[in-house]
């Protein structure tokens, strides 16, 4: 090709149409390299906890849904399947299958943020959130909890919460130095934690409280941390998520419009390799955080 | 600059001024704010990075003044410590950084290349924009009272100061993306847009360093944002992950921040090493030696960066199994460190120096960058990082390694490309004078401060009442910063100076044989009459020195890489 049937979409500064199309692809795999990069950081938070506090990984997975979290997994498998058949449509100039398999891909996308929705407003009802915000009590549901659970007690739930939200508050306010002195003991680092009330404890004074409750599950001290990692984790691929539906968004627009066929579908190929890994990333998320055991 | 007596005749045919070129060719504010052409980029680059260094330069000088009385002379502990917080993050994330690769790599990377443009000129200007955004936040900062943490944001205070810590952290996720972006870009440049003629090992040795920089930026930053992502986070939402109070861990901060934080530093020192490799060929009129060891240590410096971080954390509660292997690792780093030292010593040898104003900081790099060197291998042995951790040692060790080597090597490729750049030479004399000026007052200020740390002094203290022994050494080392300080100022005054009074600089005023020197003076917007014949970069001898054109002109094509023993 010569410089002078440059084509419009080619700009000035290429040589020609692949070295293009080259350089696109190139700098979206290294987009994608920073992106594993980001979320290393946290999936190497996640084993650094989860080999010091491995009991708070086996007590807190059991809140998590398997049955969501597996339909959501199915969901994204499928999604992925749907975008590669778009990028093949756009490959094959087929506008009509293009537009239908970019529909199908941000439908999937927002079954997915719909059960994720599912999922995180039982967490907030039932209390097991993130950090300073962990204020779940009871531990005789333990495995059975799902996101279902009827009202009524999802309600009496959220009072108990409530009233423990202040006796935990009182000890946050000591709890700065009682982590210091433990701090110092290497061991309490580095071994597992005490499934028991020895150490750092947030929730000691409320679970007296709920003596009554039987206690199928003990309540690791530093529980509330798996639900940080969970949230943190998934919060973050959730973003994502929502990113991949703006992108295919603007493509299938796009598309609409005929701007893709089998001499230039760039975009369908960048966005449907960014999806790929949004998908890949929740492959590793769904066993690491629901099937722990 | 030997006159040979006779005309030498330029075998390049093109207008060396161009009426129309990459200054002029349109005109107004958005022209440039929002121009895809990666010399513009540069330019600005080089503009707000020099306004960064004025800044952080105004605040270490704050520093000094204030310890040169052992008590309290200007400010109290609190401002203090936002002061030594504000000199680190700005001198770090906007000026070190970003410094040769967006300011320096920006202009000569594509046209080094023989290339119109950087692969991705939106992502480009985009890198810059958040670039922007970062300096003013970092302004913003500054204006709501500053930070008092220290640059590097260690937990559990972080979570817990009272200053604005979420805005100046949210400033260096947005500076880290800027840079991802940059690092990209090269790499996809460096890749495709190669000319035909360059191979890998014709590649101008820049390239090299600026390509493995890139490939640290692009690995080690987005682990810097995730943790600046989660620090932001455990303030906002008191997520516990890096906070001891709620059960989680404040070394994992360390260890993440350090992961980034010390490739960083070769971020930082790589395209230095880059920018001396091209100036010391140069200067010396001759060819680089061992132009493969150069290129594959800035790939082994690359590597080794990612390995070493554990150091920093040698007095954190590692075990001591880990100290050992990070100890022994980092050991490991002198190697290709070395490697390219004894190559520039060589390239020198038997050479005919010419000691212009570039060659006189790339002489001080080398002076600086061997003592930076040797004085790391103390912090990098166990027994003596005991005594030596957080003194002035350490503050002196890294100030020889980031301002000495990184800064000087971007100073030294400032007053190189700056004919280029403006189309305009500056005052040799004056230039040369600041240069010197500059070298030994840095030498002076941190110099005094490897006894001092040896002494005791810990880093980031305001007061030193205890010890009045030391107060001669924090005497003499303000002494230095404030001729530092008259030394930038008379080089910025040659500079600035140069572009209403300086005559017209020639095609290539200092006789380099890599590809930008072959373009017109400044360059025109597309960069190349005619796309230009890749030789090999260090073939010096193709260009020779003419006293009707004022520098130096290329009379025959350069020669490939492989007539010239290694």
Redesign the interface.
């Known amino acids: 090709m010569s410089h002078h049937d440059h084509p419009s979409h080619v ?3 290429f040589e020609n149409e692949t ?1 293009q199309f ?2 696109d692809k ?2 979206m795999w ?2 994608l ?3 594993i ?6 999936f ?2 996640y084993v ?2 989860r080999t ?1 506090n491995p009991e708070i990984f086996h007590y807190g997975h059991q809140f998590l849904d398997k049955n969501m979290g597996a339909l959501n997994t199915l969901i994204l498998l499928t999604s992925s399947l749907t975008m590669a058949w778009g990028v093949r449509a756009a490959q094959l100039s087929q506008k009509k299958t293009l537009l239908t398999m970019l529909g199908l891909t941000m439908l999937c996308a927002f079954g997915f943020l719909v059960i994720k929705y599912f999922e995180y407003s039982a967490k907030i009802h039932h209390g097991t959130l ?4 962990y204020v779940w009590q009871t531990e005789e549901h333990g495995g059975e909890h799902g996101a279902g659970g009827d009202g009524a007690e999802m309600h009496s739930l959220a009072e108990a919460a409530q009233d423990a939200n202040a006796v935990h508050q009182d000890a ?1 306010a000591g ?2 130095q009682l ?2 002195a433990s ?1 110092k003991l ?1 061991s309490s ?1 580095y071994a597992p934690a005490p499934a028991g009330p020895e150490g ?1 404890d ?1 929730n000691e004074p409320a679970e007296a409280k709920a003596e009554e409750a039987t206690h199928k599950f003990e309540q690791p ?2 529980a ?2 798996f639900f ?2 969970y ?2 984790m998934t919060g ?1 691929h959730g973003i994502h998520v929502v990113i991949g539906i703006i992108c295919i968004f603007v493509i299938f627009v796009l598309s609409a419009k005929g701007a893709y066929n089998s001499t230039y579908y760039t975009p369908v190929d960048l966005v449907g390799l960014y999806w790929h890994l949004v998908d890949l990333i929740w492959i590793y998320l769904f066993p690491l955080l629901y099937l722990v055991d | 600059m030997a006159s040979t007596g006779q005309t030498v005749k330029s075998i390049l045919t093109s207008p060396v001024h161009p009426e129309v070129n990459y200054l002029n060719a349109t005109k107004g504010f958005s022209s440039w704010f929002f121009t895809l052409d990666h010399k513009r980029i540069g330019v600005m680059y080089m503009v707000s990075i020099l306004t960064a260094f004025f800044l952080g330069g105004v605040f270490a000088m704050l520093i000094r003044t204030e310890l040169l009385t052992p008590g309290e002379l200007m400010f109290n502990s609190a401002t203090y410590n936002k002061v030594f917080t504000l000199h680190g993050a700005i001198m770090v994330f906007l000026v070190l950084i970003p410094g040769i690769p967006a300011a320096l790599g920006n202009f000569v990377l594509p046209l080094m290349l023989g290339a119109k443009d950087v692969a991705f000129p939106r992502l480009n200007l985009l890198s810059y924009h958040l670039y922007v955004i970062g300096l003013v936040m970092a302004l913003l900062v500054l204006g709501l009272g500053g930070v008092d943490t220290g640059w590097t944001f260690y937990t559990p205070y972080s979570i817990n100061s009272q200053t604005p810590v979420v805005l100046m952290t949210s400033a260096a996720f947005i500076l880290g993306f800027s840079s991802i972006f940059t690092g990209l870009n090269f790499i996809v440049t460096i890749h495709k847009m190669r000319p035909p003629t360059m191979t890998w090992f014709k590649m101008p040795l820049l390239l090299w360093a600026l390509y493995s920089t890139a490939v640290i930026q692009l690995v080690a930053t987005p682990v810097l944002g995730i943790t600046l992502l989660l620090l932001i986070v455990e303030r906002v939402m008191h997520i516990g992950i890096f906070n001891p109070a709620l059960g989680g861990d404040p070394v994992l901060f360390q260890h993440f921040f350090w992961f980034y934080s010390h490739p960083a530093v070769y971020i930082m020192i790589l395209p230095a090493m880059g920018v001396i490799s091209e100036l010391v060929s140069t200067f010396s009129r001759k060819h680089i030696f061992g132009y493969r060891f150069i290129a594959y240590s800035s790939i082994a410096i690359a590597i080794f960066s990612f390995i070493v971080w554990g150091h920093h954390m040698f007095t954190s509660g590692q075990s001591n199994l880990m100290n050992m292997v990070f100890s022994a690792l980092t050991f490991s780093v002198s190697i290709p460190s070395a490697v390219k030292m004894f190559n520039w010593l060589t390239t020198m040898y038997k050479g005919s120096i010419n000691l212009a104003t570039p060659m006189i900081y790339t002489l001080s790099f080398m002076f600086i960058f061997a003592i930076a060197g040797l004085t790391g291998l103390p912090l990098a042995t166990l027994a003596t990082d005991i005594h030596l951790h957080d003194t002035y040692f350490v503050v002196a060790h890294f100030h020889y390694t980031m301002m000495g080597s990184t800064l000087f090597a971007f100073i030294a490729g400032l007053h190189y490309w700056w004919p280029k750049m403006t189309g305009r030479m500056y005052n040799q004399k004056l230039a040369r004078f600041a240069a010197w000026f500059v070298s030994i007052g840095f030498n002076v200020t941190f110099f005094s401060q490897f006894p001092l740390g040896s002494l005791g002094m810990p880093r980031r203290y305001h007061l030193y009442e205890a010890m009045p022994d030391w107060q001669i050494y924090h005497q003499i080392s303000t002494l230095g910063a404030y001729m530092q300080m008259i030394g930038f100022l008379i080089a910025a005054y040659a500079l600035i100076s140069s572009l209403s009074k300086g005559k017209l600089a020639p095609r290539n005023p200092w006789g380099g044989a890599t590809l930008e020197w072959e373009t017109s003076t400044p360059p025109i917007t597309f960069n190349f009459e005619d796309t230009p014949e890749a030789g090999d970069p260090y073939d010096v001898e193709s260009w020779q020195w003419s006293d009707e054109e004022g520098g130096y002109v290329k009379v025959r094509p350069s020669v490939a890489d492989e007539d010239h023993a290694e």
């Open positions: 700009h000035h500064h070295q080259d350089s190139m700098g290294l987009f390299v920073t992106e990069m980001i979320f290393a950081g946290l190497c938070a650094i906890y010091h993130y950090g300073d915000r946050m709890g700065a982590t210091d701090m290497p680092q750092f947030i001290a530093k509330h941390l940080s990692i949230f943190i973050l």
